[in-house]
């Protein structure tokens, strides 16, 4: 088996940068937008001082993560199960540009850094050429294109992608060579589709109909979770109570944002353990969920500070720390 | 002509195992704390000599083994001493069992702990001292093989 003694010990320093929980009081301790971003190119991120945009920050951190796990990982394709919803992503935003002839910049429209190029997925789309696209992707490429050309119907074409998604990670989770990474598969499907049965259930849409739009989940029933959504989030609640998500339950009687933050809390509490592993994967795994984790914190509370949100109200959404 | 030479074969066969088998734990375990640390220093130039440390920890058991194996190489008389019949050769073999096999599965697992270590050093540098004693624990079994041997080995 092969191990990852190098890369481990490298990532052991890169973790010593992770924002911690003393960090985001002091970010949020900040008297506004501009100190807080401030204090983050104190901190180093979006390479030092100067940089008063936090989108441009907040990207050249994403893009920081990766370029490291590039070089650590040169040509592997270890991580890919973390890449592929941006691809996911792309397809979509590919299909409705070229449908709706947006004329949208790329950088606004596709996110960088998916296993396969942003432009390589614009450009098949482009030609209908869907054979260049990977073999996963093809069938929902084809069909949704021709749903959004038939009916307009942009919220039935991404349920189809978004749907596939979930699929592919299902698939890849399999195969995944660490548990963190089926780790990290499950919690993101799980997450989908119980936001997915109660958009369906809000819909109107029967147990049935809802079932047959929710992904394979381990440890989830699927038939059972549509039946729950049909009553409502505290039956879902219910349920989840006597699933491995238990610890979400709570989250969903409060909001769907609680909800979300309850699983990403989830995900960092299923990679502590990395934390004292010393050979394989899965600490190289966990630093890029930790970093993505820590990014959406920063991006939630930056985007609070600059809409002057209460306080009280930004660190309800701030997510646990890794670091 | 082997039967005669028997014993020494034995004998020789014995101290071969000790620092073959010691010898490749500890290249092993030396090789992993490298790899470590070399991942520490790209990151942390700074923390060398601390690492340099504790890489070379897994490093004892090639040394107790070739200690052994020459004691042996002195009493069998390649280095001094006199050949030693059939009997006495099957004991000098199974006196250089203990370092080799210890030492072979010490030398693994010592590194391993000094890799963890090395990554302990890594998020806590001014943890030295308690990064050292884990991984130097382990090799309170080398040095109980490596007494067994000795102290047989220079009874025969």
Sequence with gaps: MKDYIYEVARIRVMENSLLTKADLDQLLAAPDHEAALAYLADKGWGGGAGVTDAETMLKAEEDATWALMTELLGEGRELDILRLTRDYHNLKAAIKDIYASSGLAPERLYLEGGTVPAEEIRQAVAEENFGRLPEAMQEAAVQAQQVLSRTGDGQLCDSIIDKAALDALTAAAEDAPDPVLAAYAATTVVNADIRIALRAAAAGKNAAEIAAQLAEAPDLNRSALAEAAVGGKSSVAEYLKGTPYSALADSLSRSMSAFECACDDLMIDRILPQKSEALSLGPLAAYVIARETEIKSVRLLLTGLQNGLPREQIRESLRQCYG | ?156
């Design chain 2, 1 to 156: 002509m082997l039967n005669e030479n028997l014993g020494i074969v034995y004998a020789l066969l014995g101290a071969a195992l000790a620092a073959f088998l010691a010898g490749s734990g500890s290249a092993i375990g030396v090789g992993m704390g490298g790899r470590a640390a070399a991942g520490v220093l790209t990151e942390k130039p700074e923390l060398f000599a601390k690492v340099l440390i504790l890489q070379l920890l897994p490093g004892t058991q090639g040394i107790y083994g070739l200690l052994v194996a020459f004691v042996v190489l002195g009493k069998i008389g390649i280095l001094g001493g006199t050949a030693p019949t059939a009997d006495q050769g099957l004991l000098f073999l199974a006196a250089c069992l203990p370092i080799g096999v210890a030492g072979l599965i010490s030398a693994i697992h010592q590194g391993k702990t000094s890799v963890a270590s090395i990554q302990l050093l890594a998020k806590r540098p001014d943890s030295f001292g308690r990064a050292m004693l884990l991984p130097a624990m382990v090799e309170t079994y080398a040095i109980l093989a490596l007494l067994v041997s000795l102290l047989t080995v220079t009874r025969l």
